[in-house]
């Protein structure tokens, strides 16, 4: 290890003197990977160079986009992410309306969260200069003030498998952070930083405004990036570094190179300790990239366990990162909007510097935007019209992992006062919105960021762990295991997901996912009375006094479909000469009642006592005791509501 480091310091010096082929050999994917591993749609190239002090920067962007769309294409449209960040554009007045993770519902505009990406020239190699051409299209809605999405009008179409390229320069004001994008004090998170072009799918261009809770969606390729800017930054990148050349005015240019991916991002910060590391996979050895604030190193080696344990168990789950590097940014105090969130290769975490280890919230964000690397960045879905197939099946996964890793019901906190994990925060998360809108809406159309957030990550979670209860925990992990092989770098749709898993699981379930992903059904068995009655009663001979064993009873329990979710349900009861009956109860019509006759009675019922059914809204309905303990239970119930609440506010802020 001493040998290798010497020799990267070497080659770093020489890297400073300018003799930047030297680091030309490391490549952006293992060894093992054969390239391309995508279609390589696009491929950029861009130039860009950064001016700290005002936070903007100024690029040329080079992009070839190959028309693989199958037919001649003349119009083609752009998103300008950067230019949400405006007082009258369609995220800020959604997010006024509804709000987002980062500005709060009704918040006043401030200046310094302005944000900009313009076209200075738009030039098509072989068509000339076209920046005349650019017009600002609103596919999503009728709001001529968002300049989020521009189109550009040929003068001659492209046609199929012909390449076109595009030369752009272009300059960005970045706000102050904001949804994952900006700068704080001297840390800057570049994200969506760069005029993108859309995707063709479905047979149609799918370029969405940038809209207040959605994420984003492109093509993959190959990024050239050069980043110019003072040489005491340290950046980290999409992809891997291979070169720097130190330049005469103070300035230093950094050279990036990533490979099957469909966006760019990058951070640089004077102030930032670099830590690294590595982890051998199936794959291969994959290098740890760290970017930490000073004050946050005791956070260092939980980012890292919490990393490395859960690239195994991906690895070992779904499949193998392909990638040669991670990178992981700590994002400094105050700069909270660029945590927890996923570029490709690239993640943005969180922590304190008082964050005590019983809760575990560097581990759940290291986890949740790894996992990203999967459910985004190669198993690459639209986040604008199915957020949940990213963020749900995300956090699905987050929940294995974490529960594998840190303990079930304690992955969240663990501590000796109390202890939370994520399957109650999902539930907490989404009691509240459970009947608003369906898993399967467009990301912009939920009524608010709640519902949003309670559908999209926390409903689809409970909606995979209670198909654990009907397929089987294997097999929910085999089918994201064939969906993974079968839709990595490629942009498969809703239904592509849940036919996966009805191939696997060798059933249709198309009864349950109309109700638990296309609709809005709430799913709500409840226990409506029980008892036991002796069955002499009208024996006017029979003895007075009950005598146990001997007396006989008639038990009945009425089992009621209180929701309009259909779904087959198990029925526990239990008697007081220890014996225990099971009954399985289809759930289709609204109520089911069952009798025992026998010489005990009946001391409780209990539907789903397995405790499998996470949708189950109402949960303390589910059971009827003939003793009474209810009280109790409920005002621990309510400590732990609390709780579980706290925690959904801070799952509500992951991206
Ligand atoms: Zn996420």
Redesign the pocket.
């Known amino acids: 290890m001493k040998y290798v480091r010497e020799f990267l310091l070497f080659a770093a010096v020489f890297c400073l003197a300018g003799v930047f082929p030297l680091l030309a050999q490391i490549s952006p994917l293992l060894p093992s990977q054969k390239a391309p591993l995508s279609d390589r749609v696009v491929a950029y190239q861009i130039d860009a160079n950064y001016h700290p002090k005002n936070h903007s920067l100024d690029a040329q962007e080079t992009l070839t986009w190959t028309n693989y769309t199958g037919q001649p294409q003349d119009r083609l449209p752009f998103h300008l992410y950067l230019n949400a960040f405006q007082p009258k554009s369609t995220f800020m007045r959604e997010a006024y309306e509804g709000g987002n993770r980062d500005v709060p519902v009704g918040a006043k505009w401030k200046d310094k969260k302005f944000g900009e990406d313009v076209i200075k020239s738009f030039e098509v190699v072989g068509m000339g200069d076209l920046t005349g051409k650019l017009r600002f299209i609103h596919p999503d809605d009728d709001n001529a003030r968002d300049q989020t999405v521009v189109e550009v009008q040929l003068p001659r179409p492209v046609a199929p498998k012909e390449k076109v390229t595009f030369k752009i320069t272009f300059h960005d004001q970045f706000p102050e952070v904001v949804a994952r994008s900006g700068y704080k004090r001297d840390f800057l998170l570049a994200g969506q930083w760069f005029p993108k072009i859309g995707v063709w799918w479905k047979n149609t261009w799918n370029c969405h405004q940038y809209h207040a809770t959605t994420e984003f969606f492109a093509d993959f390729g190959t990024f050239d990036v050069k980043v110019t800017l003072p040489a005491n930054f340290n950046v980290g990148a999409t992809g891997v570094q291979t070169g720097e050349t130190a330049n005469a005015d103070g300035t230093k240019t950094l050279v990036f190179r990533a490979e099957d991916v469909h966006d760019f991002a990058w951070t640089a910060d004077p102030t930032t300790k670099i830590v690294e590391d590595a982890v051998t996979i199936s794959s291969g050895t994959v290098k740890l990239r760290l970017l930490m604030q000073p004050g946050h190193m005791a956070s260092a080696p939980r980012y890292l366990d919490a990393l490395k344990g859960t690239m195994k168990k991906f690895d070992e789950w779904i499949g193998p990162y392909p990638y040669s590097q991670i990178t992981v940014v700590d994002p400094p105090h105050g700069g909270n909007a660029a945590g927890g969130m996923?570029y490709p290769t690239f993640i943005t975490a969180d922590t304190t510097w008082w964050m005590i280890d019983g809760l575990k919230v560097p581990e759940l964000v290291v986890e949740?935007?790894f996992g990203?690397q999967y459910w985004y960045a190669m198993v690459a879905t639209n986040e604008f019209e199915d957020a949940w197939l990213?963020?749900g099946i995300?956090?699905y996964t987050e929940c294995k992992i974490m529960d594998a890793l840190y303990g079930r019901d304690v992955d969240f906190m663990n501590t000796r006062v109390a202890t939370a994990g994520e399957r109650g925060t999902a539930r907490a998360r989404y009691i509240g919105v459970a009947e608003l809108d369906p898993m399967t809406r467009r990301g912009w159309q939920f009524l608010d960021f709640n519902s949003y957030g309670g559908i999209t990550?926390s409903k689809t979670t409970l909606v995979l762990l209670t198909l654990e209860h009907i397929i089987g925990e294997q097999k929910v992990r085999e089918a994201q295991h064939v969906y993974f092989e079968r839709y990595r770098f490629k942009h498969p749709t809703a239904d592509d997901f849940m036919n996966t898993v009805n191939e696997v699981a060798g059933q249709n379930l198309d009864w349950y996912w109309n109700q638990a992903a296309r609709g809005t059904q709430v799913l709500d068995y409840r226990i409506l009375s029980a008892g036991s009655e002796r069955a002499d009663w009208a024996n006017k001979n029979a003895p007075k006094k009950e005598k146990k064993g001997e007396t006989e009873y008639i038990s009945s329990v009425v089992v009621h479909r209180r929701g309009d979710f259909i779904f087959p349900v198990t029925l526990e009861v239990k008697f007081d000469n220890g014996e225990t009956i099971r009954e399985y109860w289809d759930g289709q019509d609204r109520w089911q009642r069952y009798t025992w006759q026998k010489k005990a009675k009946l001391l409780s019922a209990e539907i789903d006592p397995d405790h499998a059914i996470l949708l189950d809204r109402d949960r303390f309905n589910n059971s009827w005791l003939s003793y009474p303990d209810r009280p109790a239970t409920r005002k621990i119930a309510g400590y732990w509501m609390l709780l579980t609440q706290w925690f959904a506010q801070l799952l509500a802020w992951?991206?």
């Open positions: 996923e949740h935007e990203h990213d963020e995300n956090s990550y992951l991206a």
